[in-house]
């Protein structure tokens, strides 16, 4: 129930998370559901520094093992879903982003939505709420189950990460309503195209970052390839120059 899943995110789920978050800032990364650590392991691999990252993790075995991998973060034992709380007198500077993880679809609607709303009242107007998930939908309801929204937002959601198991998508919330060209005619059609050109955008960055990464791997091979054809030539020569030597002395 509040794990959430039966195994960590793989490293492409956590690299999609990471994407998303500026690793040049200076503000604070908070972090919700950290465990065991694979979505912070991207975003210090991205570039953030540890030193900027809050992990907030429920459980306590999960903490000790993040204050090991991770020991210049700020590791909180709390509850994310009363975030303002739990960071309360913990932090010394604003929070430029928040990533989690929190298994969303476990609670309601309701409190799904005030956590985001405490999420963007810790944060600058520009900060973002980046979540993933295994389900179909938002996990932030736009239309909540049982009661009206307490929180108005705006979101974007990447392609599905198929090389995740099970396969998942993340979704970068902002504060602020998506109203104003609703009263306008064809603004449906206006909303889809700008919601495609956002996806359009995602899958762009992503593939940019995958054909980054695979030309990284080549390099790296070809490198190793290198180096193991010059060590090779080196032992040939080692060996070619110690049977001389050894017939040098024998003919002596
Ligand atoms: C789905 S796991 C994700 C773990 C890791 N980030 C990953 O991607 O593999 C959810 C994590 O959220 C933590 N969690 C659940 N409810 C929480 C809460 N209310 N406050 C803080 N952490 C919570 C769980 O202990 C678990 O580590």
């Given at each position: 129930m509040t794990t959430g899943a039966v195994s960590p995110s793989g490293r492409f789920l956590a690299a999609a998370m990471a994407r998303h978050i500026d690793p040049l800032g200076d503000g604070l990364v908070v972090e919700l559901g950290?465990?065991?650590?694979p979505v912070t392991q991207a975003l210090i691999r991205r570039g953030?520094?540890?030193?900027r990252l809050v992990l907030v993790e429920y459980d306590a075995a999960f903490c000790k093992l993040l204050e090991r991998r991770f020991p210049r973060a700020t590791v909180i034992q709390g509850d994310a879903f009363r975030l303002r709380e739990t960071l309360a007198g913990k932090i010394d500077r604003p929070v430029a982003a928040i990533v989690s993880s929190l298994p969303?679809?476990?609670?309601?609607d309701s409190q799904r939505l005030e956590l985001l709303a405490d999420a963007f009242a810790l944060m600058p107007p520009d900060g973002r709420f980046v979540q993933f998930t295994y389900?179909?939908?938002?996990?932030?309801?736009?239309?909540?189950k049982g009661g009206r929204p307490v929180v108005a937002f705006t979101s974007e959601v990447s392609a599905?990460?198929?090389?995740n198991l099970p396969p998942a998508r993340v979704w970068i919330y902002r504060a602020g309503?998506?109203?104003?060209?609703?009263?306008?005619?064809?603004a449906d059609v206006i909303l889809k195209l700008k919601a495609r050109a956002d996806r359009m955008k995602l899958d762009l960055r992503e593939t940019r970052d995958k054909v980054g990464n695979e030309i990284r791997l080549r390099k790296d091979r070809v490198k190793l390839g290198l180096e193991k054809s010059a060590m090779e030539k080196i032992v040939l020569l080692e060996d070619h120059a110690s049977k001389a030597r050894a017939k040098k002395l024998r003919d002596r």
């Open positions: 950290p465990g065991t650590g953030v520094a540890p030193e969303l679809l476990n609670m309601p389900g179909l939908a938002s996990p932030m309801p736009k239309k909540p599905h990460v198929w090389l309503a998506e109203t104003t060209l609703k009263k306008s005619p064809g």
